[in-house]
């Protein structure tokens, strides 16, 4: 064996990587967003061991085994590190809590001012748990198995800053972004730098891409989009390659179809995921030419389960299989869902055709 090239080496014989280097595999490669969590009975027991939810991302045996349960389980094609986009803040000294059943909990921002409570800079040294974690996992993963980090957009990441809880359309956000655009642009600049920052650590501790989440980039109207998402995306991916040009990032722009081929075009961006709401066609027409695309199937078309998942999955194999894309899910999976649908899903992404 040549050195350097060792089972495992990046990209060796990871479906994933291939795919996000633009070949075209059918069929496709699987994973699916939230695929550990609490509709795996194996993590619901090991998440009853911990004091709360944080504790449980900053606790890198319990984390490390989280990530792994859904690979041993499915044998999906790709792990994702399991913490959450909202250990940031946290690193940023905005402390978060998750109440059970009620979602995340911050003391939020509401004035201008009130930015002064936050970092100048990430603190890594707050994450060290998320990197061991990384070490953890990557000792265990199968050689064929992508291993993904990631990271929350600043958009997204500042709504919930600023709110302090999830709303259902980030109002307090907008109403923040549009009254005191210049304290809001420092935030997002802030979380960008930060982001890189993390980013890079997860790369340098063992993941082989990442994803940038941008679960509210939906709600902004155009110009908005470009301010607050499309730039501060661009320029993340960018501070990534320029420290690891060989970085494969995923961006996934949720519900914000009108833009999916603008974020397609982007250099530094390798990948464009697809909320459930993309129309197939018009990806297949307009985004896969510029770039391999992931998703898009309907959490709620899983939970259904019968003729509805047959034909979604069908659906999703017929229009995107001619250029490279990635089987994944819209949206998280959600808890009720039952395994059997999940085992019925990879059976009919898995068929040959
Ligand atoms: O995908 C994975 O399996 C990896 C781990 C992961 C989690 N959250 C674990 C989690 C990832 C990648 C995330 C991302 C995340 N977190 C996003 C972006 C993607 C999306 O879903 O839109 C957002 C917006 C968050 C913030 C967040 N975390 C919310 C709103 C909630 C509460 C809602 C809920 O599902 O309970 C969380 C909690 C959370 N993050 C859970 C898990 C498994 C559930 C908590 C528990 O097990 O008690």
């Known amino acids: 064996m040549e050195p350097g090239l060792r089972t495992g080496a990046p990209g060796a014989d990871k479906k994933i990587l291939r795919v996000l280097a633009g070949e075209t595999l059918d069929p496709p490669p699987v994973w699916m967003m939230r695929q550990a969590g609490r509709y795996l009975p194996e993590y619901r027991a090991i998440r009853a061991t911990a004091k709360s939810f944080i504790d449980f991302c900053y606790t890198p ?24 986009i909202l250990v940031v803040p946290d690193a940023f000294g905005q402390p978060v809590s998750f109440e059970t059943g009620e979602g995340p909990r911050l003391d939020p921002i509401e004035t201008p001012e009130g930015l002064s409570r936050l970092a100048g800079r990430i603190d890594l040294g707050r994450l060290a748990p998320v990197f061991e974690t990384i070490r953890l996992v990557k000792a265990d993963l199968p050689a064929e198995t992508t ?55 997860q790369l340098e501790a063992g993941v082989d891409a990442v994803q940038i989440f941008d679960s509210w980039s939906g709600v902004l109207p155009g110009q908005e989009f470009r301010r607050w998402c499309f730039e501060p995306v661009r320029a993340i991916a960018a501070g990534v390659r320029a420290r690891h040009p060989e970085a494969r990032i995923i961006a996934f722009p949720r519900a914000a179809n009108p833009h999916l081929a603008a974020v397609a075009a982007l250099a530094e961006i390798d990948c464009v995921g697809l909320d459930t709401s993309a129309d197939l066609a018009a990806v297949a027409r307009d985004v896969q030419p510029l770039k391999p695309v992931q998703g898009n199937l309907d959490p709620l078309a899983l939970l259904a389960g019968g003729a509805a998942l047959d034909a979604a999955v069908r659906e999703i194999r017929a229009k995107l299989r001619g250029r490279p894309y990635v089987f994944n899910l819209g949206h998280g999976i959600t808890p009720p869902t039952p395994i059997a649908h999940v085992e019925r899903m990879l059976e009919l992404v898995r068929e040959a055709r």
């Open 61 to 84: 045996a319990l984390a490390a085994e989280a990530t792994l349960q859904p690979i041993r389980r499915f044998g999906f094609d790709a792990a994702i590190l399991f913490s959450d």
């Open 147 to 201: 291993f993904l980090g990631f990271c929350g957009a600043p958009w997204t990441v500042a709504s919930y800053m600023i709110a302090g809880r999830g709303t259902p359309d980030q109002g307090p956000a907008r109403l923040f972004a549009y009254r005191h655009p210049e304290a809001f642009q420092r935030l997002i600049d802030r979380l960008v730098a930060g982001s890189i920052d993390y980013l890079c650590a």
